[in-house]
């Protein structure tokens, strides 16, 4: 299983932004899926996630309201549309995905493949 981020740069503030991650390989066996971000001198931490079947969701309740997960199944890609940018979202975006049904875990240790990331920068 291989994943693929793309989307990011340089945006300004207060603009919005999707990333997409796309899955190659055995994407049959994905279930889980998560976006990571880690910004400079910060540890890695969880965004949001969802479910294979869409039915579960799960956002960083500090990050509720500008970040929406969504996953087409059909193209294996799960995406991560962010608005209103500030500088504070500076980060690179990671995207994970798991074999097993966690219930979209927040721990990087929930999953077991990881795309080499994106870098989103944010200016003012």
């Known amino acids: 299983v291989q994943l693929q981020a793309s989307g990011g740069g340089t945006v300004q503030a207060g603009d919005s932004l999707r990333l997409s991650c796309e899955v190659s390989g055995l994407t049959g066996s994905i279930f889980d899926m998560a976006w990571f971000r880690r910004a400079p001198r910060d540890e890695r931490e969880f965004v949001a996630g969802?479910?294979?079947?869409?039915?579960?969701?799960n956002t960083n309740e500090f990050l509720k309201g500008r970040f929406t997960v969504s996953r087409d199944n059909a193209k294996n890609t799960m995406y991560l549309h962010i608005s209103t940018l500030y500088r504070e979202d500076t980060a690179v975006y990671y995207c994970?995905?798991?074999?097993?049904?966690?219930?979209?875990?927040?721990?990087?240790?929930?999953?077991?493949?990881w795309g080499q990331g994106t870098l989103v920068t944010v200016s003012s």
């Open positions: 994970a995905a798991s074999r097993f049904n966690l219930r979209v875990g927040t721990a990087m240790a929930d999953y077991e493949y």
């Open positions: 969802m479910s294979r079947s869409g039915h579960l969701r």
